[in-house]
């Protein structure tokens, strides 16, 4: 069975540019999350999908950031302009139900100049 | 709000054991989670304590205490390869249901 797996593992834009993040999760897995971690910190929420339904956003910064799933199944994640301080690492994780296992992806790495 | 402390960094020698603490603060408790990410590897699931006590699965345990918002991962038979950051995570259901990570712990095993 394929792993959660993220494109492209490393980004590299300058500000004000756009970038798209992708995820494709693992087969049958209806929750798929988004979350970052940033200069070290704590590994933070943003988004979860329950199929093509977005259950919580609340974690999502601001208006710049913009995640889809349509058909349930693989995800983007859209910056918008990118700034700064969006640099950081971008983990998308899956699971089958709500309360399973999450398994993670390797992450992709922006940064933004 | 919600929180998790963990300390930053732990070292310790080969076949040692060594144990991660976490202190947590969240009004909507479900369980607390462990994860273990190598550097530029992917989280990986470790354990997950949903009540008070202790799960173990070879030579990785973790406890947990609701009572007291705390709980800790046990390594024990240190091996070089179990260098690498380790997160407690709790999950919440306040306004949501959603996964609250720590900033890790950054363990080193020396030979």
């Known amino acids: 069975e394929a792993g959660v797996t993220q494109f492209p593992s490393h980004s590299v834009i300058e500000k004000g540019q756009t970038v798209t993040l992708r995820c494709d999760p693992i087969?049958?897995?209806?929750?798929l999350y988004w979350y970052r971690r940033v200069m070290g910190k704590e590994i933070k929420f943003l988004l979860h999908f329950v199929k093509e339904s977005k259950q919580d956003e609340s974690g999502m910064p601001n208006n710049r950031f913009l995640a889809e799933r349509t058909g349930g199944t693989y995800s983007t994640l859209k910056v918008q302009p990118a700034e700064l301080e969006d640099s950081g690492v971008y983990f998308c994780?899956?699971?089958?139900?709500?309360?399973?296992?999450?398994?993670f992806g390797a992450g992709t790495r922006l940064s933004v100049l | 709000g919600q929180s998790l402390e963990q300390p930053s960094e732990v070292t310790a020698v080969e076949g040692a054991i060594v144990q991660i603490n976490c202190t947590y603060q969240?009004?909507?408790?479900?369980?607390l989670s462990w994860y273990q990410q190598h550097d530029g590897g992917a989280p990986t699931f470790l354990s997950y304590?949903?009540?008070?006590g202790l799960e173990e699965t070879g030579r990785f345990s973790s406890f947990l205490s609701r009572s007291d918002s705390y709980g800790y991962l046990l390594l024990q038979e240190l091996q070089m390869k179990d260098s690498a950051s380790y997160f407690c995570?709790?999950?919440?259901?306040?306004?949501?249901?959603?996964?609250?990570f720590g900033a890790g712990t950054r363990l080193f095993v020396k030979a």
């Open positions: 994780a899956s699971s089958r139900t709500r309360e399973g296992i999450q398994y």
């Open positions: 969240t009004s909507g408790f479900y369980g």
């Open positions: 304590n949903a009540l008070d």
């Open positions: 995570a709790v999950r919440d259901h306040t306004g949501g249901f959603k996964t609250i």
């Open positions: 087969s049958g897995h209806d929750n």
